[in-house]
């Protein structure tokens, strides 16, 4: 589901942004921010690229310079998944050098934290990365995004535009990629033990996607197993929902709406139990007109922050990126395809399954992963 209009674009996005890194004009410098104390310890910087023959549109971007060796360290384009997903949201909750507080909101700004998993630190451990490789990344829904923008740039270094991008290769985790995925949505829930065998074996054949409208026993239990996993929280499933399906595109401006009272009275009991909370308290971040300030965000240029915005104009062009894959990783481009197990709506099973589909073979039996010592995968 791509817009045409982000496919032109995007090659003009990387260069805009090379362009930025390279002459580092246009953006501003950000050294405070509202709800962290003292000075940032990395370097942040936020502007504007415009998009289309007018520029009419500005996308909004945040830049931070790797902690270790900036100058020879990979640059890394994140983009945020949805679709329609601030990149804030990307900044504070996936992979960012800082992210919110897990405290129950007050009433006060929220408390802004340093994340020691950032991806700004990750590399440094990697002394064979020369001159600034660079990589594109996302998760979910940037399964589409990531190969198709890699695509542009590698065709564009082809023709010669300039500046020629050191592109390297692209990571993704749980990343959407082909339509069939949900079929492998009702594999995991039957080997989570959420459907019975007789559901998951009798009458849609293991294939629920582009069901015959005829085959009403099918449909039937389509509805059963939407029935079943009612509730869950699609992106993990063992997380607390708090009543909330949190990742199945939430809009949590409607929760927002609520008085005050009846949010600091919602989980009285609660030490940040419900992502929903961790995700609402970045409403108010956004929204404090001081940080908007600290940000360098133009007066009046939006309204009210939304975290995944669901209603977005575009076309879709492709629900399928293994194409792209295909022809990336024949250009020798590397990827890094990763992914978290308890994912119902990008499950790995089917991210193994066009991965399967591009024939490599394989250099590297399946081992454990450990973390502090413990198995952990
Ligand atoms: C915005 O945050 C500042 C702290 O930086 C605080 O003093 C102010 O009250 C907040 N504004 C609103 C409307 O909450
Ligand atoms: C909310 O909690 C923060 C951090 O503990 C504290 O600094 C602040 O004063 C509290 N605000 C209110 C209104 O109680
Ligand atoms: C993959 O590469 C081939 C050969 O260059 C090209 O014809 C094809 O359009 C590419 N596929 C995609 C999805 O870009
Ligand atoms: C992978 O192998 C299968 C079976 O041999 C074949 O049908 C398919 O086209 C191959 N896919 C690619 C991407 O080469």
């Known amino acids: 589901m791509v817009t045409e209009k982000l496919n032109s674009t995007a090659q003009k996005w990387c260069c805009v942004f090379l362009y930025l890194l390279v002459f580092g004009d246009g953006g501003s410098q950000v050294k405070f921010l509202p709800g962290f ?8 910087e936020t ?21 270790s060796q ?20 990307g900044l504070l909750f996936e992979i960012g050098p800082f992210t919110l507080e897990k405290e129950k909101y007050n009433g006060s700004l929220p408390r802004i934290v340093l994340n020691p998993y950032s991806w700004s630190k990750w590399l440094n451990d990697h002394p064979e990365f020369i001159s600034n490789p660079f990589y594109v990344a996302g998760d979910s829904y940037s399964g589409i995004l990531v190969p198709i923008i890699s695509q542009f740039i590698s065709d564009g270094n082809e023709m010669g535009i300039h500046p020629q991008i050191n592109l390297q290769g692209y990571m993704l985790g749980n990343p959407l990629t082909f339509p069939e995925e949900n079929d492998y949505k009702i594999q995991f829930a039957h080997g989570m033990a959420l459907i019975s065998d007789e559901l998951y074996e009798v009458h849609c054949n293991g ?11 099918c449909l039937q239990d389509i509805n059963t197993f939407n029935e079943l996993i009612n509730g869950l929280d699609g992106a993990q499933i063992l997380d607390w929902t708090c009543g909330f399906a949190v990742s199945m595109s939430d809009d949590i401006a409607s929760q927002r709406r609520r008085s005050l009272h009846q949010q600091l009275d919602h989980h009285p009991l609660s ?11 970045s409403y108010y971040w956004a929204d404090n007109e001081s940080v908007r300030d600290a940000l360098h965000i133009k007066k009046g240029s939006i309204g009210s922050w939304i975290r995944c915005n669901l209603k977005l104009q575009y076309k879709t062009t492709t629900w399928n990126s293994i194409p792209y894959h295909a022809n990336l990783s024949a250009k020798g481009y590397r990827s890094l395809i990763y992914s978290g197990d308890h994912d119902m709506m990008v499950p790995f099973l089917s991210t193994q399954a066009w ?4 024939n490599y073979s394989i250099i590297d039996e399946w081992r454990q992963w450990t973390v502090e010592g413990q198995v952990a995968g």
């Open 37 to 44: 104390q003292g000075p940032l310890p990395f370097e942040l």
């Open 47 to 67: 502007g504007y690229i415009g998009v289309g023959e007018s520029e009419d549109v500005q996308l909004f971007y945040y830049f931070t310079k790797s902690e």
């Open 70 to 89: 900036p100058e020879s360290d990979p640059i890394i384009l994140w983009l945020t998944g949805g679709p329609g997903c601030s990149a804030l949201s």
């Open 207 to 217: 294939k629920y996607q582009s069901v015959d409208p005829s085959n009403a026993k």
């Open 271 to 281: 030490a940040l139990k419900c992502h929903i909370d961790w995700y609402r308290l």
């Open 355 to 358: 991965i399967r589909s591009l």
